[in-house]
């Protein structure tokens, strides 16, 4: 298995990672939240509400595949596992007003391409 270079453009890697992890943690807690506190009262026929569970779900599979994947190894990080990472971030479902995302995606997509150089 191909390994990769250890620099600073992978721990940038490892970094903004961890970030992005974090931050589908921290976006399925506020929907969550704002789910929990919808007014009931027009909740059946409410298209935000709708949006609000589309968001969760969107952001629940997300986050599911990202825990699959892992934090990046601790040693030298191998090929295999960059491109499942690469592989992923570059099929993520767009999410139009999550502008942190939308960052941390572009981020790491750039940080994972310098470090394969």
Same mark, same amino acid.
């Given at each position: 298995?191909?390994?990769?270079? !250890? ?9 903004l990672?961890?970030m992005?992890? !974090?931050h589908l ?12 506190h919808?007014? #009931? ?6 298209e935000?509400? #709708? ?10 599979r =997300?986050? !599911?595949?990202?825990a699959?994947?892992g ?11 960059? =491109? ?5 971030? #570059? ?15 572009s ?6 391409? =310098?470090?394969r150089?």
């Amino acid at each position: 298995m191909e390994s990769i270079r !250890k620099d600073a453009s992978s721990d940038a890697v490892a970094e903004l990672w961890a970030m992005f992890r !974090k931050h589908l943690a921290v976006r399925i807690r506020e929907i969550n939240e704002e789910i929990a506190h919808y007014p #009931t009262p027009i909740a059946r026929c409410d298209e935000q509400l #709708t949006k609000l569970l589309e968001q969760r779900a969107r952001v629940f599979r =997300q986050e !599911k595949v990202a825990a699959e994947l892992g934090p990046m190894p601790v040693r030298d990080a191998d090929a295999d596992w960059f =491109q499942r990472v690469s592989d992923y971030v #570059t099929d993520l479902e767009p999410c139009g007003d999550d502008d942190i995302e939308t960052a941390l995606r572009s981020r790491l997509v750039n940080s994972m391409a =310098q470090v394969r150089g």
